[in-house]
């Protein structure tokens, strides 16, 4: 297992990743290769890569099975639907979770507090107090680690300040059950997306060579963009086309 936390450790390196850094992943697990406790390996190495001033972060998304029809979120036992790794982050000691029915954020370091915290005040799932739109503040990074760059919760906080055509369904009321034993009741409206496909692949054909990193972690083809690139090209390519970044779906 050394070899496989050295080879992890220059890895990030080399993508740009630095002690002290603000990161997000997204996440396919399978795509880092196969070996023995792969998801503690990679959260242990990726926590003590960025120190103690740094943060790590993971979506802990729950819009598969949170809904109109089971409207209760529960802070410590909702389980993650965006993959294993974000799973195991979401149960590791010390993570903590921000409040949100579908879009909560799972974090742990120097500025966890400061981007999960504010999150129950927002009434979609991605707006100013979520930490995908604090994360540009603290210069914060996003890495997509053998996903690909379509899984882009990032972009929906970029959508939120424009607001596209296509962007908000549903209002639903969600019961909160929060891991102090308080239980709220909110009215949170949906994304929509009804007739679309995300496309957020496109940024590649607006960010600078300086804005992204492309290399390898372990197995797995990864991608590191900054978040403010993320923000400002996102923001001035929907200003000029707020279709930029769907398809509409067949």
């Known amino acids: 297992m050394e070899k496989i936390s050295t080879r992890l450790q220059s890895d ?19 795509a880092l290769g196969r070996f023995p406790n792969r998801a503690e390996t990679i959260v242990k190495v990726i926590i003590a890569f960025l120190g103690s001033e740094g943060t790590l972060l993971m979506p802990s998304l729950s819009y598969q099975t949170i809904n109109k029809s089971q409207p209760i979120f529960n802070e410590q036992n909702t389980p993650s639907c965006v ?20 879009h909560s954020v799972c974090g742990i ?15 979609t799932p991605c707006g100013p ?44 009321d969600h019961e909160l059950q929060l891991s102090n034993g308080e239980t709220l009741v909110k009215t949170y409206q949906r994304h929509g997306f009804k007739g679309f496909d995300q496309r957020y692949d496109r940024l590649f054909n607006v960010l600078e060579p300086r804005d992204y990193r492309i290399g390898k972690v372990l197995e797995a083809k990864s991608v590191v963009m900054e978040s403010l ?4 090209k996102g923001i001035l390519y929907l200003k000029q086309d707020p279709f930029y970044f769907v398809d509409r779906a067949n």
């Open 229 to 232: 690139a993320i923000w400002e």
């Open 83 to 102: 993959g294993g790794l974000t799973e195991f982050f979401r149960t590791y000691p010390g993570v903590k979770r921000s409040i949100h029915p579908t």
């Open 12 to 30: 990030l390196y080399r993508l740009g990743i630095r002690k002290g850094d603000h990161l997000l992943i997204h996440s396919s697990l399978n």
């Open 109 to 123: 370091g120097g500025k966890a507090d400061f981007l999960l915290n504010d999150h129950l005040k927002d009434e």
């Open 129 to 172: 107090y979520s930490p995908f739109a604090k994360l540009p503040l603290v210069k914060g990074k996003v890495m997509f680690l053998g996903c690909g760059t379509r899984p882009n919760t990032s972009m929906h906080a970029v959508e939120e300040k424009f607001i596209p055509p296509y962007l908000f369904g549903e209002k639903i």
